[in-house]
């Protein structure tokens, strides 16, 4: 496994090299054939390191440098691979090889073809880098890597302002969740002096920080994992983040980046387990995005809006069940949702390449006979989302919701459980409006309605296969695959919460059937009011709750209320000091110096005569005065 | 100064008389005249007071290196003339005189 691991990483950089360099004159048309080619070397690569980590206690670290080697500050350039690792290798290679497949037909005849394979497989390296790293600095290289991606990706159809708007808005954001890490990072190193994750954690076990330092730490690295993961109430980023294309909101804003913020919390789980106050803060955040962000998501029109939302809400069950102790099982419901998520964006994606771009939901309905292979896929994605049985969002979702329970935190599981029950609401909503009921298209688009070609429906399948069975990786309790593949990870986590492994009760039994009910009523009641009663209802609703519905469907004003304070603050504050101290203080020394140099020129101008003579009777003196002294003195 | 040799009928020092003598005018004639060729002339004579200095010492220490030089000196000499008659040229070429106090376009 050592000699081959770099290969991870390397492999989609490569195909990034030579995609930019090459492709604009020479590749063109065929760009996809490397960065598939070399997705497919890193999928199988990640399934070897997969196969022989499986059982080891120890996590395997190879070192291929030294990268910062200054004083006692001793970085190495090393990955790392253990269990959770190898599970994020597998989620990455794994749904990233089949959105780029997925690319080739949804992006077919884009001017910027070879672009867009270039910037994702660099997205593809820099998130291979991030769940690697063997330290928290080179974690950080891999978080930075991955937000840059994920900025070129939004803005990828440059020429559109909203676009381009929308990715600076993501870096932005960004960075004041990554201003919180870096200042981690930094602590984390002031208290332990090393960066690496296996002496960190020794440290944080054998109790060589205070209480104090530990919480700092938890929250500063979780101030990251807010922004990266879009947690309330960094949370404003992601659903502009949709201008991107189809398949990037589907990698990157679904599947794989987005989750690096569960991953960091995940990962340090040693961190989190001994600071129970920033547990509860990951709990209390994580709870309140899931059901902010689900009710938003009932009254959105675009599509893949809705998705963007769910994202959001999706990532707070996951810091919900983090806050509760519940690696594993977090670490499962990223698994299971990035096949589920991908799926529907990318069902999504079909349904808007059929209408020929088209993404407000208003302008859809009745396309489940004329695009059948995406409605059963997408369907098969909305049941996983909505957590039926037997799909893959039943049993992680469930299980989110058991662990709550099971820690005592009654408050957040009543929440979590409303939360399911919009999540199943607002799916269906959208599953009903899209293919129920008459289509409202006009006719031009009709007629151009079109199935989408293999390369779009055979990843789409191969996600619907893997909603289906996913969630049997991780049955509840001592059954769970996936739970104990992982417990060499969060052991230590575990030992220091004094979490035990449990059986399963008939609490268990009956928390499982009280959430599929939920879920179940969520549906019936989309269908009640999307299909049976599509005219009165919904406008019925509307009427009723008119004040309500409007401040969702602003989404809580949240942007309106981050655009009056901090961005008037910023902005205003950085014209004062535009007006004030560089036109008066930078400019004044600049021209001052100037001045005062032109003034001493002016002085000594006239000894520059032009007359040759002068200068020769300058050198005559000179030399005059310098022989006599040489002889006389 | 040591003694002179026994066949130097003229002491040293008048040579050094003559040398810097000639050295001061063509000094001033340098600095002082207007016109390009006296200056290229008065440069002759500080060259050629030069020469007698050396000469003289030549005689004096009974070596011949001094001569030798002297030689370079001319060559030189007639290199430097060969130069400064064609910057000359050109100079009334461009600006139809010779007057070096006209040449001031670099004043400051």
């Known amino acids: 496994m050592e000699n081959y691991v770099w290969l991870i990483p390397v492999l989609p950089l490569a195909a990034f090299i030579v995609t930019l360099l090459l492709g604009r004159w020479w590749i063109k048309e065929s ?57 994020m290798l597998l989620v990455v290679s794994g749904v990233g090889l089949l959105i780029f497949i997925y690319s080739k037909g949804y992006m077919h005849g884009d001017p910027g073809y070879y672009r867009f394979f270039a910037y994702m497989s660099l997205f593809a390296f820099s998130m291979l880098m991030l769940v690697l790293a063997s330290n928290y600095l080179l974690l950080y290289f891999g978080w930075e890597a991955v937000g840059l991606c994920s900025y070129y990706l939004i803005g990828y159809y440059y020429h559109k302002p909203e676009a381009a708007a929308a990715g600076k808005k993501a870096f932005l954001v960004n960075r004041v969740g990554d201003f919180g890490f870096g200042l981690g990072v930094m602590l984390i190193f002031v208290s332990f002096g090393t960066l690496d994750y296996v002496g960190v954690f020794e440290q944080v076990s054998a109790g060589a920080a205070g209480q104090g330092v530990l919480i700092g730490i938890a929250l500063l690295l979780f101030m990251g994992a807010m922004g990266k993961s879009a947690q309330f109430p960094l949370h404003v980023w992601l659903p502009d983040a949709m201008e991107g294309p189809t398949p990037v909101s589907a ?86 949702h990035a096949f589920f998520k991908a799926l529907l964006f990318l069902g999504a994606g079909s349904v808007i390449h059929s209408l020929g771009g088209e993404q407000d939901m208003d302008k859809m309905g009745g396309l489940a006979k004329r695009i059948p292979a995406t409605y059963y896929t997408l369907v098969a994605g909305a049941l996983a989302l909505s957590g039926i049985f037997p799909f893959a969002g039943f049993w992680s979702k469930d ?84 739970q104990s593949f992982l417990e060499p990870v969060f052991a230590p986590a575990n030992h220091i919460l004094g979490i035990e492994e449990h059986g399963l009760k008939a609490i268990d039994y009956a928390l499982m059937v009280v959430s599929l009910l939920v879920a179940m009523l969520g549906i019936a009641f989309a269908w009640l009011i999307y299909v049976r009663r599509p005219k009165d209802l919904p406008l019925f609703f509307g009427a009723l709750l008119r004040p309500a519905y409007k401040v969702v469907y602003n989404k809580f004003y949240v942007d309106e209320f981050y655009a009056a304070t901090v961005v008037r603050l910023t902005v205003d504050g950085s014209r ?19 001045w005062c140099w032109q003034g001493a020129g002016r002085l000594v101008r006239p000894l520059q005569t032009g007359r040759v003579q002068n200068y020769l009777l300058g050198m005559f003196i000179g030399v005059f005065v310098i022989v006599t002294a040489v002889v006389f003195l | 100064m040591g003694a002179t040799p026994a066949d130097m009928p003229i002491p040293v020092d008048w040579y050094l008389y003559l040398s810097a003598a000639l050295f001061i005018v063509g000094a001033a004639g340098v600095l002082m005249r207007r016109n390009l060729f006296i200056i290229l002339f008065s440069l002759e004579l500080m060259m050629n007071a030069v020469n007698i200095n050396l000469v003289g010492f030549s005689r004096f220490h009974e070596n011949l290196v001094g001569q030798n030089f002297v030689l370079f000196t001319m060559a030189v000499a007639a290199a430097e003339a060969a130069v400064g008659l064609a910057i000359a040229t050109a100079l009334f070429r461009n600006r139809q005189t010779l007057m070096v106090d006209l040449f001031d376009r670099m004043k400051g």
């Open chain 1, 31 to 87: 760009a996809h054939w490397i960065p598939i080619l070399a997705m497919m070397g890193s999928l199988g690569l990640s399934l070897a390191a997969f196969i022989q980590i499986r059982g080891a206690k120890e996590p395997v670290v190879v070192e291929l440098w030294r990268w910062f080697s200054v004083g006692s500050f001793q970085v190495p350039f090393a990955l790392q691979i253990d269990q959770l690792s190898a599970v």
């Open chain 1, 399 to 482: 299980d989110i919701l058991g662990s709550v329970w099971r820690d005592g935190k009654y408050l957040f599981w009543a929440v979590g459980l409303i939360a399911a029950f919009i999540t199943a609401f607002y799916t269906f909503r959208m599953i009903f409006m899209t293919f129920f009921g008459k289509a409202r298209m006009d006719e031009e688009t009709q007629k151009h309605v079109h199935e989408s070609p293999w390369s779009m429906i055979v990843p789409l399948v191969v996600l619907a296969v893997a909603s289906l069975l996913g969630g049997f990786l991780g049955l509840p309790g001592k059954l769970g695959v996936i």
């Open chain 1, 251 to 336: 990698l990157i804003h679904a599947a794989t980046m987005v989750t690096a913020g569960v991953y960091l919390v995940a990962r340090s789980s040693v961190i989190f387990a001994s600071a129970p106050a920033a547990l509860l803060v990951v709990g209390a955040i994580g709870t309140f995005t899931a059901i902010f962000a689900a009710v938003i998501g009932i009254c959105q029109k675009d599509i893949k809006k809705v998705l963007a939302y769910s994202t959001v809400s999706q990532l707070g069950y996951m810091f919900m069940a983090l806050g509760a102790g519940a690696w594993a099982i977090a670490i499962f419901h990223l698994v299971t």
């Open chain 1, 576 to 594: 004062w000091v535009w007006h004030r101290f560089d036109e008066y203080v930078i400019d004044g020394a600049v021209h001052g110096v100037a």
